[in-house]
């Protein structure tokens, strides 16, 4: 097998990290790691690339055979990437950019439509390393894809550091971490049983209304997977036996004066911030969450999305939705939008403490 001069594979490794690390993200998750969370180029020689990626299991690293294999010059390395990544954006549904053709090493145009992959950032935010100043240290560093000037980015930009905040609060990590109990783990779906009603029942109203349908295709609906969760954990009297957390009352009230009051964009702000969320960390919350307590499907149907299609094709198409959203709205209701979904997240946020509170005292009584 070729090996290449050290000089030449620290070049390649640096230029892929420093200019494309969302390229590094879609390439794990085309090709052998579909939810990784991070990935890093760590070296290559005439058969692969070698990628140091993180998903829910943890860090490790992802050989990617060349399509083209093997090489054995510089310039082979370069289309063999190019090639990598067009293929993992046809595998992913993502439209590939088009300045590699041109100059692949050269300026960057950004990432057209906001897709998937271009949000590497915080998806590998470390749990429970280091705070988050107004967003985590590992935000948004690479100007390309966060400066797509997209209101969907926009929009994440503003209220990262309130999902850090939610994804970091202690009994989201003790569910990650596979410390917390099946009751726990109960406890979290009843609470999601009584915001999906709110949010469901919102997301009905609004059907008809043609800026809302793409946001909520059918398959999207979670509330049936939820009663069947509901019934898997706790028996047939589920309902007798869930009770919302205070924080979940006044999430719910919140929904609902939305809803009464019918703006629309509003509503769109909690919708994104559950079901964008259940299509992100929450799959790997069902992971955990699986593998913790021999789930096999009942028990976390509420995270299965498989009848949606692909889910980054869904995301992508989602965050498009939000974008024709948003260009519809002046700067004043975009920020009330920001402020809506940073809301969301702390009443997500606020409804973990109640949770870990109510632990605890079970725990003393
Ligand atoms: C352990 C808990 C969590 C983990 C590991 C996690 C992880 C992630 C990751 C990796 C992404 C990026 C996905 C991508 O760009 O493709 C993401 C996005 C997102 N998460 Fe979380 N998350 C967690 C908790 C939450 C919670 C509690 C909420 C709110 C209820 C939430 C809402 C969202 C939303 C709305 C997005 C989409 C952001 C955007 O790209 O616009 N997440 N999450």
């Known amino acids: 097998m070729n090996e290449f001069d050290p000089a ?16 590094n993200l879609l ?97 590998g935010h470390p749990h429970g390393q280091g705070g988050h100043p107004g967003g985590h240290p590992g935000g948004h560093p690479h100007g390309k894809a966060e400066s797509d000037g997209s209101f969907s980015q926009a929009l994440r930009e503003a209220t990262w550091g309130d999902h850090s905040d939610s994804e ?54 979670r509330l049936p997977a939820i009663e069947a969760d509901l019934e898997h954990l706790l028996g047939p009297d589920w309902r007798d036996r869930i009770e919302a957390v205070p924080a979940t009352e ?41 593998q913790q307590h021999g789930f096999d499907g009942a028990g976390v149907a509420f995270y299965d999305f498989a009848e949606l299609g692909g889910i980054p094709e869904f995301k992508a198409a989602y965050r498009d939705a939000l974008n024709t959203l948003g260009e519809s709205l002046d700067e004043v209701e975009q920020q009330r939008v920001f402020d809506e979904v940073r809301a969301a997240y702390g009443f997500n946020t606020r409804t973990f403490v109640d949770l870990d509170r109510g632990r605890a005292a079970a725990a003393t009584a």
């Open 8 to 23: 030449v594979i620290s070049a390649v490794v640096a230029h892929m990290n420093g200019d494309h690390p969302e390229d």
């Open 250 to 290: 006044e999430y719910v009230a919140r929904i609902r004066e939305l809803t009464a009051e019918g703006w629309l964009p509003g509503i769109v702000a909690h919708h994104y911030t559950r079901y964008l969320g259940d299509l992100s960390g929450g799959q790997m919350i069902a992971r955990a969450v699986a």
């Open 168 to 221: 970091g609060s202690t009994f989201m990590e003790d569910i990650m971490r596979r410390r917390a109990t099946v009751e726990d783990y109960a406890a979290m779906v009843a609470q999601h049983y009584f915001v999906y009603v709110a949010l469901e029942e919102a997301s009905r109203l609004l059907a008809a209304d043609p800026r809302f349908a793409v946001f909520h295709p059918e398959a999207l609906v």
């Open 27 to 123: 390439i794990a998750r085309a090709f052998g790691r579909p939810e990784a969370t991070e990935s890093t180029m760590i070296g290559l020689d005439g058969e692969a690339g070698v990628w140091r990626v993180t998903d829910a299991d943890g860090t490790q690293d992802l050989r990617v055979t060349w399509p083209g294999w093997p090489i054995s010059e510089r310039a082979e390395i370069r289309r063999e990437v190019v090639v990598l990544y067009k293929s993992a954006c046809e595998r992913l549904g993502v439209q590939p950019r088009e300045e590699h053709e041109a100059a692949p090493q050269g300026g960057h145009a950004g990432h057209p439509g906001g897709h998937p992959g271009g949000h590497p950032h915080g998806a």
